[in-house]
């Protein structure tokens, strides 16, 4: 099974400033890796598929980088509405398994 | 609108069994598969099983192969998630979602979860 390691465990950004998210495999994926976003008492919301590819209606701010086994998403300038947890998923291989989760908080 | 619509929160005992439901609507429910995650309290995603309802083809974890059943009736376009013994550590938030080719087989519409609590 591979194993996701998210970094860090809780971001702390200002709004208006950039975050930076960070996903790693423990071994390749190739592109294929997702992004969720969670807010409190909600279902997960898929943001990114395909490493880098934006889900309908997800705005411009988020970003997502990488391939093999180091992977990225970006938030270019955080709304209020974008402190949340967020997950990143492979699907490569045989279990899909996600990882741990970055709560990204107020500053 | 695509949506899945999960039946309500349990409250069960040590043992007794259980069977929560996904319904599928907006969409074609046969064509697509639909999986299921769980979320213990304060803890992150775990991707249990997955079901396609066209031809009941079931694909299972193997952390929760033995543990839960995933069914399907495509003629209500519902999927279930079932224990036939429950324990406390089943306790969780349960969400199905259904998983697109076009998104890459990531889950692309999510259900609103179904909290499940064991106690006695």
Same mark, same amino acid.
């Given at each position: 099974?591979?194993?996701?390691? +998210?970094?860090?465990?809780?971001?702390?950004?200002?709004?208006?400033?950039?975050?930076?998210?960070?996903?790693?495999?423990?071994?390749? =994926?190739?592109?294929?890796?997702?992004?969720?976003?969670?807010?409190?008492?909600?279902?997960? /919301?898929?943001? !990114? %598929?395909?490493?880098?590819? /934006?889900?309908?209606?997800?705005?411009?701010?988020? *970003?997502?980088?990488?391939?093999?086994?180091?992977?990225?998403?970006? !938030?270019?300038?955080?709304?209020?509405?974008?402190?949340?947890?967020? %997950?990143?998923? +492979?699907?490569?291989?045989?279990?899909?398994?996600?990882?741990?989760?970055?709560?990204?908080? !107020?500053? | 609108? =695509?949506?899945? =619509?999960? *039946?309500?929160?349990?409250?069960?005992?040590?043992?007794?069994?259980?069977?929560?439901?996904?319904?599928?609507?907006? %969409?074609?429910?046969?064509? %697509?598969? !639909?999986?299921?995650?769980?979320?213990?309290?304060?803890?992150?995603?775990?991707?249990?099983?997955?079901?396609?309802?066209?031809?009941?083809?079931? /694909?299972?974890?193997?952390?929760?192969?033995?543990?839960?059943?995933? *069914?399907?009736?495509?003629?209500?376009?519902?999927?279930?998630?079932?224990?036939?013994?429950?324990?406390?550590?089943?306790?969780?938030?349960?969400?199905?979602? /259904?998983?697109?080719?076009?998104?890459?087989?990531?889950?692309?519409?999510?259900? +609103?979860?179904?909290?499940?609590? =064991? *106690?006695?």
């Amino acid at each position: 099974e591979i194993v996701m390691t +998210q970094s860090p465990a809780t971001l702390s950004v200002s709004p208006g400033e950039r975050a930076t998210l960070s996903c790693r495999a423990s071994q390749s =994926v190739s592109s294929n890796l997702a992004w969720y976003q969670q807010k409190p008492g909600q279902a997960p /919301r898929l943001l !990114i %598929y395909g490493a880098s590819t /934006r889900a309908t209606g997800i705005p411009a701010r988020f *970003s997502g980088s990488g391939s093999g086994t180091e992977f990225t998403l970006t !938030i270019s300038s955080l709304q209020s509405e974008d402190f949340a947890v967020y %997950y990143c998923q +492979q699907y490569n291989n045989w279990p899909p398994t996600f990882g741990g989760g970055t709560k990204v908080e !107020i500053k | 609108e =695509v949506q899945l =619509v999960q *039946s309500g929160a349990e409250v069960k005992k040590p043992g007794e069994s259980l069977k929560i439901s996904c319904k599928g609507s907006g %969409y074609s429910f046969t064509s %697509y598969w !639909i999986g299921w995650v769980r979320q213990m309290p304060g803890k992150g995603l775990e991707w249990m099983g997955i079901i396609y309802p066209g031809d009941s083809d079931t /694909r299972y974890s193997p952390s929760f192969q033995g543990q839960v059943t995933i *069914s399907a009736d495509k003629s209500i376009s519902t999927a279930y998630l079932q224990w036939s013994s429950l324990k406390a550590s089943d306790t969780a938030m349960y969400y199905c979602a /259904r998983d697109n080719t076009v998104t890459d087989d990531a889950f692309d519409i999510w259900g +609103q979860g179904t909290m499940v609590t =064991v *106690s006695s």
